[in-house]
């Protein structure tokens, strides 16, 4: 399949899906990554997270670029590792005007770091990258998880999150199938596959039903998961199908194309169809949607927009509507330094140039 569009500032000329990928990962390294290694956000005053930086060493390694993987993960090390702090190999999660802000580590990107240090060391065979995956791995298990109701085990959003009177707090798109099976491969410890059952247990009980009411195939942002198993709204906190849950779909899309998961795909066709349901009349994604289907905003993204296509190319369903309206919104001159919506446009566009293959067994 050839689309014909710009070329991310340059001229309008016809492409592969395999040039049009080279030519976003180019764009994508001026815009976000610096020389340093550190990943930029321009519309959050340059400030860089460590979702951030995993982000970028995921791409790297699909992309086969190691000497940006390795710049980045330099400067990940060097400026977030909480390790000479704090004693653990997690990361801290906010870094801005030259300093660490926030030393509070993130879970989605803590699993996202080892995750991509884990297939660096299997595209590479560097025996080092695991090592260190392991060692963030076990941190991860020891830090960001916890075992309630009934002694199901839960991944915290971080060293928080395990609220008074057994109430945890939790965010749905922090749940990651594919990566766990890698970890629990890597180390043997069930624990990961209890976690997976954790993650599709929340996914699917949302979905569903969220305290009273009763929802459309769409997860909410955050939710709270109380002493007795019900999950509820978290006061303060977003229950709507927006800019956390939105990566939902990558998380089980993962583990659609290398397990051919069943779970994934129950969750998937339901987020597909509530969508399809919700923008029949408009013809384009919004940003945000409420927990029950409505659009919730009048704008689109550039985020929504990748996620909904690539539900739609993992389900198996025709998305040349929806590829045009990615490849509109990637190209267009206000979305190319978005560095959220831009990351998210990695996977429409890595399914299309075929790079997302599962990882081969460790050496």
Known sequence: CIFCIPNLGFNTIQKSPENQLKSWWKSYKRNFILRS?????????????????????LFSVFMNDKKTFD??????????SRNKRNGDLLLAWCWKNGNVEDWMPASDADCDYAFALLLASYKWREKAYSEKALRVINDIMKFETVCRNGNRLFLLPGMWGDEENEFLIQNPSYYRPAPFRLFYEITQDGRWLDLIKTGYWILCKTADRLGNTNGCGLVP?????????????AEGRSDNYGWEAVR????VGFDIIWYNSEKGKEVMEKIYYALKLSNAESGEIKAVYSYTGEPAVEYNSLAATAMACFTAQVSKYKTDKLKALLMNMINEESSLQNYYGQSLAFYPLAVEGGILEKPLKPF
């Open 37 to 57: 290694g550190r990943v930029q956000r321009p519309e959050n005053d340059y400030d860089t997270v460590s979702e951030g930086q995993a982000y970028a060493m």
């Open 71 to 80: 710049q980045i993960y330099r400067w990940t090390e060097e400026h977030l």
């Open 221 to 233: 942002d955050w939710c709270i998961v109380d002493s007795h198993g019900d999950v509820l709204s």
């Open 248 to 251: 939902v779909p990558v998380q």
